[in-house]
């Protein structure tokens, strides 16, 4: 117990703004002159890839697509600040797009009629409502995951078995592949529930 007390004690105003911010760790362990070209051309790369991305995927979620440039970019930047691991990607997926725009279409009678958020013409009034419960889903979940990080909860992720996450995924990717069928073969396809 002394012992533990001891380094308690020992914390420096550094070592408990590191504790919060994890970026101040590895900052002062970057060497500049060997990684700084290599970061900026995978950061580059990743821009490019990532803009395309998240425009489609606000397409599947329903919301105009500069909701996908954000849900792009603000992530990533403030996971640079507050994040500590080096594999984790984050940024938006296509399971979270199409859970989000299944989920809010149901709450919002008259959405499934909107076929192009980006100009929705007369229906901009129900656009608009759609989108601010979009942003507050967001928000909820946001919460959320901030509150699971605190409490350090992410061993709760370890009891979900490999079968199923793999089933959840690959039943996803079928659902939004079907739903682009539409945009591959210029047919217009009502959105429905099931497929």
């Known amino acids: 117990r002394d012992r533990g007390s001891k380094a308690f004690r020992e914390y420096t105003a550094f070592d ?68 500590s691991s080096k594999q984790l990607g984050v940024g938006p997926v296509a399971v979270t797009s199409l859970l989000i725009g299944n989920g809010i279409r149901a709450m919002v ?42 409490l350090r909860l992410g061993f709760i992720v370890r009891f979900l078995s490999h079968s199923v996450i793999t089933g959840f995924t690959s039943g996803a990717a079928i659902i939004i592949g079907m739903s682009q069928v539409r945009y591959i073969l210029g047919y217009k396809v009502p959105r429905a529930n099931t497929l």
């Open 109 to 150: 009678p008259g959405s499934e009629n909107i076929d192009n958020p980006n100009s929705p013409g007369s229906l901009a009034p129900l656009q608009d409502i759609y989108n601010h419960k979009v942003i507050q889903v967001a928000f909820l979940v946001a919460c959320m995951y901030t509150g699971v990080g605190l």
């Open 16 to 83: 408990w703004c590191a504790l919060f911010l994890p970026c101040l760790r590895w900052l002062r362990t970057y060497k500049i002159k060997e990684w700084l070209l290599w970061d900026l051309l995978a950061g580059i790369s990743v821009g490019f890839m990532i803009i395309p991305q998240g425009m489609s995927y606000a397409n599947i979620a329903g919301v105009p697509s500069v909701y996908g440039l954000y849900g792009a970019f603000l992530p990533l930047a403030v996971y640079a600040l507050l994040g």
